[in-house]
């Protein structure tokens, strides 16, 4: 019999990835959405699609119809400015709506949920890479949502016996990567580059990240949910990149020709990122695959298509 996941945020950047792949295994496969930063064009013709957002009591209703073996969750509220300006709704969405999906799984003895968690629950920290056992130190109402997500996790594993994995993502991009609004990095950089704009870089463009691709991330949770394994994993390269290096690497790959220009820094942002894999490649013999030239390479491709 074929098994059922149920993607959250399943029109969204990471989700769409994810959904991709369940369906390319053979699953079942449903998507909830409620298409505020998602986009229907993301959205895989072969999954079942439920406009709903994750607050919403009649998310239960979507269980009723269909029995759900897995949960992807990867709805949220993602933009780290908003959850400055509007710390209520980034927990109305990140805490109180992940507690309405943990309590329908625990209702519907879903079998495991996979999390979208974040780099940034560690905040600023000068011990990189960071492993899974640093104090964990939020610097933003974002991380802090994640956080919790995370506690709430090991709080229906310990009382409901809910089994559950939790990835820690790194900088995640790749193709349907929004370049609206705060979005992704690569994503902004590329999109102004490739439209003659200047893009601006926060800070002095020294900050570093760890840039892991979608495609990776979607693998690690198909790994998770065909595994019995569980706990908090970081997903990662365990590469550290400059800003002011992604800016050359971009810059050289699309043919722009502008400087640098720069901004003032961004309010909540860490400074240096960079995630051990080293639990990851372990536990689930899984290395992300993606080099970054040529994951820019396909992100690049996309967005000539859109052009």
Not at 37 to 65: C, M, S, W
Not at 112 to 135: M, Q
Not at 285 to 304: D, R
Request: hydrophobic share 40%; proline share 3%; charged share 20%.
């Amino acid at each position: 019999m074929t098994e059922c996941v149920l993607v959250t945020g399943g029109a969204g950047f990471i989700g769409s990835h994810i959904v991709d792949l369940f369906i390319s295994k053979g699953y079942e496969v449903i998507v909830v959405d409620n298409l505020s930063t998602g986009n229907i064009k993301n959205l895989n013709q072969k999954a079942k699609f439920y406009q709903l957002d994750i607050r919403d009591k009649n998310l239960e209703d979507v269980f009723k119809n269909h029995k759900v073996d897995f949960i992807c969750h990867q709805a949220a509220q993602v933009n780290v400015r908003i959850a400055i300006n509007d710390p209520m709704l980034d927990s109305d969405i990140n805490i109180r709506g992940f507690i309405n999906v943990l309590e329908i799984a625990r209702k519907y003895n879903v079998k495991k949920v996979t999390f979208a968690s974040s780099v940034a629950v560690y905040g600023d920290t000068e011990n990189l890479p960071i492993n899974e056992n640093e104090i964990t130190n939020p610097i933003s109402p974002y991380g802090i949502s994640k956080l919790t997500g995370e506690y709430f996790l090991n709080y229906y594993k310990q009382i409901f016996n809910l089994s559950f994995t939790a990835f820690r993502y790194a900088n995640v991009y790749g193709p349907r990567q929004s370049s609206i609004g705060e979005g992704g990095v690569v994503a902004i950089f590329a999109d102004k580059m490739m439209s003659g704009d200047t893009p601006i870089i926060n800070g002095d463009g020294n900050q570093t990240r760890d840039f892991v691709f979608a495609g990776d991330i979607a693998t690690a949770n198909l790994l998770a949910i065909e595994s019995k394994i569980e706990g908090i994993f970081n997903v990662s390269t365990k590469l550290e990149t400059t800003i002011n290096s992604l800016f050359d690497q971009l810059a050289l790959l699309t043919g722009y020709k502008g400087e640098k220009i720069y901004g003032p820094k961004t309010a909540g942002d860490i400074y240096k990122s960079c995630l051990d894999n080293s639990k990851l490649v372990k536990t689930f013999n899984f290395t992300p695959q993606m080099n970054l030239t040529e994951g820019l390479i396909k992100v690049i491709n996309a967005l000539k298509k859109e052009h």
